[in-house]
């Protein structure tokens, strides 16, 4: 299965099995409520995923469902195409069928330096030690896996930048229902500033599977529908799968990817390497720092584009 396909793309070759595990899914981070009854019809009707796909309220109504879930389930099949022409268009925009990200314009992440006793820095560590001693993860962690490993780094990266920004800044996880089978976990981190209205969104996160390209693609979607121009000169995004770190930066004048893929090595050796571990930890941690509290460091780094930006 090539990791460009969409969700749709995936769906047509599905069976009713695979159907009924998407729409609990949706029930599950979405206000669509379906109850037991209605997945026994769907199953009766053994509906694969191109049927899914075209379904109508009418077939859905003449096979026992009531008119209301009918038209929830025909309004989610609509959402996920709606979903796929973003796809489609990011792959276009960015040319990702015959490239890698890594012919987009690169920029050096510029972290944070903190001390090697910070004790948010201490207190992800042994967090850290904890989750490698009862979990075991091997070398492709699960879904389950990668938020359990990725969770206490992003906690310690908000309580490092609130003490440095004495900002209310703060982590939200979402799901999108587009994201089944492709990223089930994403992360959104925003900051409380006076010169904004509400919250800012400052960093999107993406987290991937073994290949990260899909998870890229998600999030490239994710920024381009967050960022405001009127609000911020830029917005963050990461993509990881716990073990692999890459970053970007979605400004006016274009997005920036990171030059250098960052790795943590979180198998069942890093117990063996402690000051390895807390090195990449810190590392990964400097980083997203950096970008909460001296996110200037884009323009300081790329004046031309910057200026380029101003004159539009």
């Known amino acids: 299965m090539s990791s460009l396909m969409s969700l749709v793309e995936q769906i047509e070759d599905w069976d009713v099995e695979d159907v009924i595990l998407l729409l609990r899914f949706g029930c599950e981070e979405s206000e ?5 009854d209605d997945f026994t019809i769907l199953n009766q009707m053994n509906i694969t995923g191109k049927e899914f796909l075209n379904i109508t309220p009418c077939v859905l ?3 026992g469902l009531g008119q209301y879930r009918a038209e ?3 309004s989610f099949v609509n959402e996920l195409k709606q979903e796929k022409i973003k796809w489609d268009d990011i792959i276009t925009k960015y040319d990702l069928k015959n490239k890698r990200l890594e012919h ?3 920029f050096h992440p510029v972290p944070y330096k903190l001390d090697d006793d910070d004790e948010y820095l201490n207190s992800l560590m042994s967090s850290m030690k904890l989750t490698l001693s009862v979990l075991r993860i091997g070398k492709t962690p699960n879904e389950r896996a990668r938020s359990e490993l990725i ?11 609130r003490r440095l920004t004495k900002k209310c800044i703060f982590i939200r996880p979402v799901s999108r229902r587009f ?4 990223c089930r976990f994403e992360y959104t981190i925003s900051i409380s500033e006076s010169n904004f209205n509400g919250n800012r969104k ?3 996160g993406s987290v991937g599977r073994q290949d990260l390209l899909p998870a890229w693609i998600l999030n490239l979607i994710n920024l381009e529908d967050t960022f405001k121009p009127n609000e911020s000169d830029y917005i963050y995004g990461f993509v990881t799968n716990a073990y692999d770190w890459q970053f970007l930066v979605y400004t006016r004048s274009g997005i920036f990817c990171s030059q250098e893929n960052f790795h943590i090595s979180l198998d069942e050796d890093a117990l063996k390497d402690l000051s390895t571990l807390k090195n990449d930890l810190k590392k990964i941690t400097e980083i997203i720092v950096g970008f909460l509290v001296q996110g200037t460091y884009v323009k300081k780094f790329y004046p031309q584009s910057f200026a380029q930006r101003d004159q539009m």
């Open 32 to 36: 669509m409520y379906l109850e037991d």
């Open 61 to 63: 109504e003449f096979n």
């Open 72 to 74: 929830e389930i025909v």
């Open 104 to 106: 987009l314009p690169q």
């Open 151 to 161: 969770s206490p780094i992003l906690q310690a990266v908000v309580l490092i930048g």
């Open 179 to 182: 994201s089944y089978n492709i």
């Open 202 to 204: 400052i960093l999107r």
